[in-house]
């Protein structure tokens, strides 16, 4: 590159695209004078389901896709300490929302091609305390359901998919989320729909919904809209002991005018995603497997494998490197069985898990924003190639 790095903006890892129609829809909610969980959340909601194809009773907007995994598992009633099966290529918040719920997380290692959970291993995790499966459609590329769900048909397992990365992800024609009892998504702002902080509950069932609902607002009968609203003053009942999960109208009015650009932004990340792998292909690295037919993958994360034996540098010194050529990249993720939490909780040790060890120890994702320019995607490949050497 010819010109001085430091010269350069900082490329922020997966900054969202922010128009003037979120910016006037939250100027008009603060001057609405209503702030928390009311009609905008409302129609996010109605939007949503609309959207991937469900009715509205079916959604319950709450404040994090964590929230969301927590109150699902809560409201499909397993019994304590019943095993949930996921994986260990996953952030954090997957496993601790098991926990969380009571629940007892078991891992079952990753393709190591799709990088999502493997069915078999799946099957060879399962003992009679196996309650649920809670696959991750990592970086948005949808899991195998037809597989998983035979699996969890045939052992009666309750299915809660973790849609953070899969907003318009697709299997065989149907979106993800709508396989299993529940979908749980979000809005976090390097999302792929933003709300700044956010989640969606998708549930199966209504009733399931319904009770999630209750739950993600202390367990009220009633939320704060119904109660303050122009309808006149309604009492409430307490019926659960819940949660603070709900999300708010200034949240929704980012939300709703981001899920109206949801095909827009999908259509952009997808060609940067393709400019990446022609402009990479050749380099000592692995890229994202292509997307597998009759499927549609999310294009959330962008990530390559630096193998230090392949690449004379190591995945560390890469992402070093990116930063002082001023692109930031992310790490999805060191396998959950690399931190001491887990490992001091449950005995777990990276190596039982060998293939999301090793994908943790040399991937890196590159940046993929829909805010980014055909220059910025350029400098991220220069980047990569002065740092391989080409
Ligand atoms: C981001 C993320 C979450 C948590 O989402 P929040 O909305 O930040 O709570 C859960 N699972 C995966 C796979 C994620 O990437």
Same mark, same amino acid.
């Given at each position: 590159?010819?010109?001085?790095a ?5 490329? *922020?890892?997966?900054? +969202? ?7 006037a829809?939250?100027? $008009? ?29 079916? !959604?319950?907007? %709450? ?10 598992? %809560? ?19 997957? #496993? ?8 007892? +997380?078991?891992?079952?290692?990753? =393709? +190591? ?9 799946i ?8 309650r ?5 459609? @990592? ?6 359901? =037809? ?34 009892? @529940?979908?749980? @998504?979000? /809005? ?5 729909? *933003? ?13 399931? #919904? ?13 939320? $704060?809209?119904?109660?303050? &609203?122009?309808k ?10 819940? @949660? ?17 650009r %949801? ?40 990530? #390559?494998?630096?193998?230090? $034996? ?7 010194g /890469?992402?070093? $490197? ?27 040790r +990276? ?22 320019? =055909?220059?910025?995607?350029?400098? *991220? %490949?220069?980047? !990569?190639? !002065?740092?391989? &050497?080409?």
């Amino acid at each position: 590159m010819s010109s001085d790095a430091s010269q350069q903006p900082f490329l *922020v890892f997966g900054a +969202p695209r922010i128009e003037e129609d979120e910016i006037a829809e939250v100027e $008009a909610c603060l001057r609405s004078g209503w702030l928390g969980t009311g009609p905008r959340v409302a129609q996010f909601e109605r939007d949503f389901a609309a959207w991937r194809g469900v009715r509205s009773s079916q !959604v319950a907007a %709450v404040n994090s896709c964590t929230a969301a995994l927590h109150v699902s598992m %809560v409201a499909a009633g397993l019994e304590p300490g019943s095993e949930v099966i996921t994986t260990p290529l996953t952030f954090c918040a997957t #496993v601790n929302a098991i926990l969380h719920a009571g629940l007892t +997380p078991v891992l079952a290692d990753v =393709d +190591p091609v799709t990088q999502n959970i493997d069915p078999d291993a799946i099957e060879a995790a399962i003992t009679p305390r196996t309650r649920a499966i809670l696959p991750v459609h @990592f970086a948005g590329r949808p899991c195998d359901m =037809d597989r998983i769900m035979a699996i969890a048909d045939k052992h009666g397992l309750m299915v809660i998919e973790d849609c953070a990365h899969a907003i318009e992800t697709e299997f065989h024609g149907r979106p993800a989320g709508t396989f299993g009892d @529940f979908g749980c @998504f979000s /809005f976090y702002v390097t999302k792929n729909v *933003v709300t700044g902080e956010g989640g969606m509950i998708l549930g199966r069932d209504e009733e399931h #919904v319904a009770r999630a609902r209750i739950l993600a607002l202390h367990g009220m009968s009633k939320d $704060a809209w119904h109660r303050f &609203g122009d309808k006149g003053y309604k009492h409430y009942q307490v019926v659960e002991c819940g @949660f603070k999960y709900n999300m708010m109208d200034l949240q929704a009015a980012i939300g709703i005018h981001q899920l109206a650009r %949801v095909e827009q932004n999908w259509q952009r990340r997808r060609e940067l995603w393709q400019r990446y792998d022609h402009a990479l292909e050749g380099l000592p690295i692995d890229l994202p497997a292509p997307p597998e037919a009759q499927t549609r993958h999310g294009y959330h994360l962008y990530t #390559v494998m630096i193998d230090e $034996a392949r690449c004379g540098l190591s995945r560390d010194g /890469f992402l070093d $490197a990116m930063n002082a050529a001023r692109i930031g990249a992310g790490v999805h993720y060191l396998s959950v069985p690399e931190h001491p939490y887990y490992q001091q909780r449950f005995g777990w040790r +990276p190596e039982q898990w060998p293939q999301a060890m090793r994908l943790g120890r040399q991937t890196v994702s590159l940046p993929l924003s829909p805010a980014m320019s =055909d220059g910025d995607a350029e400098r *991220v %490949v220069q980047a !990569v190639k !002065v740092l391989l &050497g080409r």
